[in-house]
């Protein structure tokens, strides 16, 4: 089994992966800036909107109560699939789900696909796989094209090419499409963007696809976008082929009432997404004539096994937690190796890979709380953040670390009153060199890390306990 998410078993740790983008002022400004506008946008339109807590409630609930009758709902969704003229594909992992797309591309003969915006791809490396088997895949959505052209990685969820700003896009544009006089304004852009799509709409006949819900009473499939690409993609070739996580599903259509207000909201700060697509299997003489969809379980179902991490499943994918993150706004998401970048990375790229690799990811949070206040179907992710890493100082970490071995020491200082007193006396004498002005200066070796990025008080010459001490003694005196 190849459980694969984008290149995370490639990349570095967080903490190395992010320090050269730390010090990319450019990147790191434009994160922030984007991140800003859409949280202002979004604050706007959750504001107006005088149910959003019952409505987050409510999302919640229906997606804690699909993912434990999953395997019902899924039989659902491929029964009523299949009675609707599409074909249900399961795919174990990566490898397997690439091959089902690459082997029904072929078997309809193509040798390039357009391609709708989907992270699900993306975390199986299909580009890569189809590429190997000689096909082409073709990026249609504005970002996604930025990047393929780029030859860059996605560093958002919703906004991919959220790095870059809008002087970088005409020089990839302007080399690539061969217009030396591209002008950097948006209709500039889009217009060359347009004129590039056009022709692949109108000449391709395969589309690839990914989606935001599945709806196991009706077979249906669901994707909502803001460009319209989609839709193209949707309605224009003969054959169209999804691939999805298992944990898409929805028990029914009336879901997408609640979900298509918190989705369009929380990612783009929009009331509603401008194309909402909903398709059900084929219809004769109208849009694809042949529809597949590739169901993936890559490392999903063990987290459903987890009763305390199950909730990360819960996810839409809206990315409202990045855009409020502290550690993501300023490291972008390139730091997180993984498809996934920003909290919701930091939670799920572990967990499919069952700790193998990304198991820096956990640590890479100051627990704030801001993404669980945002998240639109209330993921605990401070919870799980801790949850994983108990997981990965039980299951990765050996006992013999550094970490391990100061927590141990630790403990045994904090549950004995006379070692914590004597740990104090100790620790007060052992700083004189390390300290001045009351403060550690950078420390030396390892726990330079700790410092490099925070300042350190000095213990205090006598602790509360003591100064308690010594007003008592001076009270009892002057009575
Ligand atoms: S964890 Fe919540 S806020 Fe983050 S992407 Fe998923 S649904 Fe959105």
């Not at 999953?70 to 091959?99: I, P």
């Not at 249609?140 to 002087?167: C, F, W, Y």
């Not at 549950?415 to 002005?437: C, K, V, Y």
Request: a positive charge; charged letters at 25%.
């Amino acid at each position: 089994m190849t459980i694969r998410v984008g290149e995370s078993a490639a990349a570095p740790p967080f903490p190395k992966a992010a320090l050269p983008l730390l010090q990319d002022q450019q990147l790191r400004g434009n994160v922030r800036h984007a991140t800003e506008v859409i949280q202002r946008k979004r604050a706007q339109v959750v504001a107006e909107q005088t149910d959003w807590q019952e409505l987050r409630s409510a999302a919640a609930a229906i997606r804690e109560h699909t993912l434990q009758h999953l395997d019902r709902y899924l039989e659902h969704f491929e029964k009523a699939c299949t009675a609707a003229g599409g074909h249900v594909h399961w795919a174990s992992d990566a490898d397997e789900a690439n091959r089902i797309v690459a082997g029904l591309i072929e078997q309809y003969g193509g040798r390039e696909v357009i391609k709708i915006k989907t992270m699900t791809s993306d975390e199986t490396r299909l580009n890569a796989a189809l590429a190997a088997r000689g096909i082409e895949a073709i990026e249609t959505d504005l970002a996604e094209l930025i990047i393929q052209l780029g030859h860059d990685r996605p560093s958002h969820i919703v906004v991919p090419a959220l790095h870059k700003n809008r002087m970088q896009v005409r020089e990839i544009f302007r080399d690539t499409m061969n217009l030396p006089g591209l002008g950097d304004k948006p209709e500039d852009l889009t217009a060359a963007a347009r004129r590039y799509l056009r022709e692949k709409f109108l000449r391709v006949k395969i589309a690839v696809s990914g989606a935001n819900f599945l709806l196991a009473d009706t077979g249906g499939v669901c994707i909502v976008e803001s460009e319209g690409n989609g839709r193209m993609c949707l309605t224009l070739p003969d054959v169209l082929i999804s691939i999805a996580g298992i944990e898409k599903v929805l028990p029914s259509v009336r879901d997408l009432e609640v979900f298509l207000q918190i989705l369009a909201r929380s990612a783009t700060g929009e009331r509603l997404n401008p194309y909402n697509s909903v398709w059900s299997g084929v219809a004769p003489g109208d849009g694809p004539q042949h529809f597949h969809i590739v169901l993936l379980d890559n490392g999903r179902a063990p987290i459903l096994a987890d009763a305390e991490a199950r909730q990360t499943l819960r996810c839409i994918r809206c990315a409202a937690c990045l855009n409020v993150c502290p550690v993501y706004r300023q490291t972008g998401g390139h730091a997180y190796g993984s498809s996934y970048a920003g909290p919701i990375g930091a939670i799920l790229t572990p967990q499919l890979m069952n700790l193998e690799h990304g198991d820096s990811l956990p640590y890479a949070s100051s627990l704030c709380g801001a993404c669980y206040e945002v998240c639109p179907v209330k993921i605990n992710i401070p919870e799980v953040l801790i949850h994983l890493r108990g997981r990965v100082v039980r299951e990765r970490k050996s006992t013999l670390n550094p970490e391990a071995l100061a927590m141990r020491a630790a403990a045994a200082a904090f549950s004995n009153r006379r070692r914590f007193e004597a740990a104090q006396r100790l620790g007060r004498i052992g700083q004189i060199p390390l300290t001045s002005d009351g403060w550690f200066r950078p420390l030396p070796g390892m726990l330079g890390n700790w410092t490099r990025a925070r300042d350190l008080r000095a213990l205090p010459k006598q602790t509360f306990r003591e100064w308690w001490q010594q007003r008592e003694r001076a009270g009892s005196k002057g009575q």
